[in-house]
DNA sequence: CGCTCTGTTGACCTTGATCAATTTAGGTGG
DNA sequence: CCACCTAAATTGATCAAGGTCAACAGAGCG
């Protein structure tokens, strides 16, 4: 730690950066982003999303361990991922961690922060990661003129909520091991979305990480790993992920989430 | 069960009712609701109120156990409960529930419906519960004429987005004692917010419902609530609750939720 | 080359789930 | 009003899942 002391650049009045990335890699409008069908812009039209586009701010890359923002900061803005990936966490008072969720290209963070004009959460990169900052009074401004977005904004949430509702079913009773599986079931849809390999991954999150979110030891989750591994379900190197048997961890997470899109046919609607 | 087969009454086509309780009865404008500091009028002024008024809808209440949705209902409104209590929950394949969430009047439901459009929970009446029901398409072209009426909703779903976030924490990492400690105290905060008391309720919900939503096995429950009177921290019989200890009960709780109102000074902001 | 951080594996123990037996309350019908 | 029935709650005894403690092994970095 500390060599890159400066953190929290982002919340810093701008400046100009004259350094590793250059501005202009940086200036990416929406209507270039492949991540447009996924993040906020879905749904809007063109001339619209140039009204979108005025108000996103792109930084410079966050480097691994830097924050976001922290605990108690004043919300400004909500942030979507561009590249990378961040945690979000909470610390409780005897200074133990809770990672509430881990957010990959195309998703929002910083919802939770609406109601209460500040963070409840901080957020911190796990790698490397680029992320365009969202302005909240601009977005609410300009919701109020798109219908569109307003749609978009208010689906984004419930999203969010619904995912919330899917967690807590995983937390309140599920096994170990379902409860893994179904993280990675999980994690694999979400890179699908993306366009990346739905198969075949690296986990930016330690062991820790991973356990503490589903309030498991990080001793269960390796072991785990390696039953799995053992069970020919997947294969593990370190941080490299290959699901060998989707269909069988699927099971295994005693599934039926309405969120994830399931493999299956649908039986009701 | 069955003497009462109708249910679901309230998503029929709206029917004259000269029953039990008249129309006068139940036409409460939201300038009149006591609640209306909690749930959506909040910060919107008057002539406003007036067209909010004008699309909810109030219906003659639920009877215990009759359903107001049911999971993958066609998503049409979201609804406030005025008197009364809900549970949500979902079923999974296995046929087991899991219950997601208990609402008390002035609080809202049906919001993580807005995303795929159908409810992914079912909502059930723990006793008699009125409910106003507000729907949605006329709620969203609403609050794009009126800016307090789309920040207040931004608002609420926010804080929604930070109650489960808060209960994934005491799902992950928190003890049996603590669970039932921090749902206590959870409900105490929102009993007092409505102006009931704080320190003396009744619980609608049966054992196994706060053992379910806890993730506890109802025995558990059951023990800790007359481990908890033992100790003199508070007084069950059978629904009714006293809280007699609040502050060892809050302390027991491993508390710090930023969600609650905390009783003592915040340490940092 | 050694230090530290992350991950893996093993041994043991605690918490709370499960199974089972009663008790109590509330609702129903004679 | 009482006897009965069912659902909810309590309490006890047992057991297993997973947490905790501890030792060790690689990987990455200075």
């Known amino acids: 730690m500390g060599f890159l002391s400066r953190e929290r650049v982002l919340s810093m009045p701008t400046r100009k950066l004259e350094s590793v990335v250059s501005l202009n890699d940086i200036r990416v409008a929406c209507k270039a982003c492949s991540l447009k069908e996924i993040c906020l812009p879905v749904g809007i039209d063109k001339d619209d999303l140039d009204h979108l586009d005025a108000i996103i701010d792109r930084k410079r890359p966050l480097a691994r361990g830097e924050h976001l923002f922290h605990v108690g900061d004043n919300f400004q803005s909500i942030y979507a991922v561009r590249s990378g990936s961040l945690k979000t966490y909470t610390t409780s008072e ?7 969720g881990f957010q990959l290209p195309g998703e929002l963070v910083g ?5 209460e004009n500040c963070h409840p959460l901080a957020a911190k990169a796990l790698e490397t990661t680029s992320v365009c900052e969202i302005p909240f009074d601009e977005l609410e401004k300009l919701s109020g003129q798109i219908g569109g977005l307003q749609h978009q904004l208010l689906r984004v949430m419930s999203q969010e909520i619904r995912d919330d509702e899917q967690n807590m079913v995983i937390l309140g009773q599920k096994s170990a091991e379902q409860r893994l599986a179904a993280f990675l079931i999980g994690l694999s849809n979400r890179f699908r979305r993306r366009g990346f390999s739905a198969n075949q991954f690296n986990l930016s999150m330690s062991r820790s990480d991973i356990g503490n979110y ?5 001793e269960t989750v390796s072991r785990l790993f390696t039953r799995f591994q053992n069970e020919g379900l997947l294969s593990v190197d370190r ?3 290959e699901l060998l048997d989707r269909d069988q961890l699927y099971t295994f997470s005693g599934a039926h989430c309405a969120a994830d899109e399931a493999p299956k046919a649908q039986t009701e609607n």
Chains 1, 2 share one sequence.
Request: proline share 0%.
């Open 94 to 100: 005897d200074g133990q961690e809770q990672v509430m």
């Open 111 to 115: 919802l939770d922060a609406i109601a």
């Open 214 to 218: 589903l309030g498991l030891a990080l």
């Open 239 to 241: 941080k490299h992920i």
